[in-house]
Nanobody
Framework: QVQLVESGGGLVLAGGSLRLSCAAS????????MAWFRQAPGKEREFVSA????????AYANSVKGRFTISRDNAKKMVYLQMNSLKPEDTAVYYC?????????????????????WGQGTQVTVSS
């Protein structure tokens, strides 16, 4: 079992920054890929960013590349998403996900069906 708790969301002006955090529990945390997805009202959940089990590989959606940075600290069982130059279209509920991808890195990291555990989500609102 893995439990995930997100924090760090809020209201920010366009161009501003936020840092999301995801606290994880569970023995397999350090062996699986972790990711952030987001869901805006009326839209499907979409991939934002992922990090490999050891932090050595990362991936980003084209819409956030160059503005967002994902990282993890396996000793603290934490995953972070630094979001800079925020835009109104970044407004969504952001979810942290723990995958079933064990010590591997491939195209599956962008697919929500590969993630077995999710946090409750944290709201990010970017106003113009």
């Amino acid at each position: 079992q893995v439990q995930l708790v997100e924090s760090g969301g809020g209201l920010v002006l366009a161009g501003g920054s936020l840092r999301l955090s995801c606290a994880a529990s569970g023995r397999t945390f350090s062996s699986t890929a972790m990711a952030w997805f987001r869901q805006a009202p009326g839209k499907e959940r979409e991939f934002v960013s992922a990090v490999s089990w050891n932090g050595g590989s990362t991936a980003y959606a084209n819409s956030v590349k160059g503005r967002f940075t994902i990282s993890r600290d396996n000793a603290k069982k934490m995953v972070y998403l630094q979001m800079n130059s925020l835009k109104p279209e970044d407004t969504a509920v952001y979810y942290c996900g723990a995958s079933r991808i064990y010590r591997s890195w491939d195209v599956r990291i962008r697919q929500s069906r590969e993630y077995d555990y999710w946090g409750q989500g944290t709201q990010v609102t970017v106003s113009s």
